[in-house]
């Protein structure tokens, strides 16, 4: 197996989790309303870091032996601690032009960034770039209302920029959808508002097997033990709690495996409720 990837199948189809690097973000950012005793106790016992989230960014590739499928770019240039995901896809023996479909989950700028290349042409020159109506509209418009987010402004004016740069050279390869919607056969996108206006998860599936793409529904498991504690990220946190909460009960009612891009790589794994309330993760497939 290369390095920073990780090969399963899911029935009949191929999916890889694809590293594309990571970043560090300060811890408040990713907790804005934890309790700082609970958070700091809650990292402790986990012997993760104080300060700092060291959060992966995690590709997906579905290859389904007729359509070659990858969800999520990484950061591209945005990030001197990403932007590997082209490096790894040729490590698993696929090239930019063998991609026919982009999946965004999202227009943020650590799922876009390697949308396009370094002089700001689409890096994946024959797909068809897939993202959910809503949120093409939410951020070509002239001003996208990021009010709702608990990072500082000058974060929250790069994302916005981010966006605007990234999806303008798409125009003529985007394909908006609405709505539960097969993008290819056995790859379907389920709208999960909240993040983001028009956040998509995906569900795979094929011959009775199913992995659940969350995107950014969740970026740290301790989301989902604590589903009380928000994300600094989401732009609507009411919205992106219940829309964790229905993604979680269908994985578990539905046997479901799980990704989601800011877990530990490879980021895919099982849900559990918990009797204390909220879920347990476990990772791996
Ligand atoms: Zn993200």
Redo the contacts with the bound molecule.
Sequence with gaps: MPEGSYRFQVGAICCTVLSDGYFSYPTPWFFPNADPDELSRALASRHLPQDAVLSPYTCLLIETGRHVVLVDTGGGEFSRTAGAVIARLETVGVRPKDVDTVVLTHA?P??IGGAIDSRGRPAFPYARYVLSQPEWDFWTESRSDLGGLRVPEEVKRMIGLAARRCLAPLRFQVDTVEGETEIVPGVCAIPAPGHTPGHLALLISSDAQHLLNMG?AA?HPLHLERPDWENGFDLAAGKAAATRRMLLERAVAGNMHLMA??FPFPSVGRVAARQEGGWEWTPGW
């Design positions: 943020h650590d799922h950014d970026v891009f800011h």
